[in-house]
């Protein structure tokens, strides 16, 4: 296989020299990709110096668009993304590929206990890895590492669906389990991050808990609107229930729950015939 690793950095000037010399120190010739993303620092010199291949964002655009330029730059049939921040040990890298070499599409670095930034953060990848295995029927124990190899031809099918944003691994990951492509994991341990987190918990916040809804979007939106339709159905009959034992008629607001039903699931149904376009094959728009 040809590798190409591809790291994107935003003020990463005190930490992307040693990465690159640390994969250069284990794989000499392979095409180290830093994509520069509007950085303030020496991030950019930094990098070069060190062996890589630096492309440039004349402005910060996010650090999934990072992704895909690099993604779209590479040379490379396997792609390994890993962060520019001192976080991702390189020495992992051969056992994602070994994994790959098994038949499997992504291999993602599924970090350890001890390895989340931060209490806060630790649960709320525990909530997205559950939902994520309830909606997809397989066991997705780190949903949102950045640390994953792919093979280039399959993760560039789904570029227009990544964000800009943070959420790259999380739309990557749902949509190769949605298009039917083996994803695995392989156990690592995250170091802590050298230099300032670009990651802010007011900012992000709201941005991150969005993510529970694209997991859905993205997967079979029909698993979250079926629920909320079944609920919505069952405080209709029990509100319907009481109101006629106690006052014998049926009040405006069994008929609000029970129209709210029918229409949430009829935009489930939709929705999944939406998400179902959104994968269809892309090959076929190329003939």
């Not at 992307?16 to 794989?27: E, H, N, S």
């Not at 950085?39 to 890589?52: F, I, L, N």
């Not at 994994?99 to 709320?124: F, I, P, T, Y």
């Not at 943070?166 to 492509?181: L, N, W």
Request: glycine share 10%; aromatic share 10%.
């Amino acid at each position: 296989m040809k590798l190409s690793i591809v790291l994107p950095a935003k003020n990463e000037a005190a930490a992307v020299g040693t990465t690159v010399t640390r994969i250069r120190a284990l794989w000499p010739d392979v095409e180290i990709l830093v994509v520069n993303d509007g950085s303030g620092d020496q991030t950019a010199a930094v990098a070069e110096a060190a062996g890589a291949r630096v492309l440039h964002h004349p402005y910060s655009k996010g650090n999934g668009a990072a992704i895909k330029t690099g993604a779209r730059a590479a040379s490379g049939n396997v792609l390994v993304f890993m962060d520019a921040d001192g976080q991702h040990d390189p020495a992992d890298i051969p056992r994602l590929l070994q994994k790959l070499e098994h038949g499997h599409d992504m291999v993602v670095g599924a970090r350890q206990k001890g390895s989340q930034a931060s209490l806060g953060r630790g649960l709320a990848n525990g909530l997205y890895n559950r939902l994520a295995t309830w909606m997809t029927g397989n066991s997705v124990e780190d949903l949102t590492s950045g640390f994953r190899a792919a093979r280039a031809e399959k993760f560039r099918e789904f570029l227009y669906l990544l964000p800009n944003g943070f959420s790259y691994p999380t739309t990557s990951t749902m949509a190769f389990f949605r298009a039917g492509y083996s994803v695995a994991y392989v156990p690592i341990h995250a170091a802590k991050r050298i230099g300032k987190s670009h990651v802010r918990l007011l900012r992000d916040g709201t941005r991150f808990l969005l993510i529970i809804f694209k997991i859905g979007t993205l997967f079979s939106p029909l698993k979250i609107f079926a629920p909320v339709a079944l609920l919505m159905f069952a405080l209709a009959s029990g509100w319907y229930g009481w109101t006629w034992w106690h006052q014998g008629r049926f009040t405006n607001m069994s008929a609000l729950l029970y129209t709210g039903s029918v229409m949430v699931f009829l935009m489930g149904l939709i929705s999944e015939q939406i998400t179902a376009l959104m994968y269809k094959d892309s090959s076929s728009d190329r003939r």
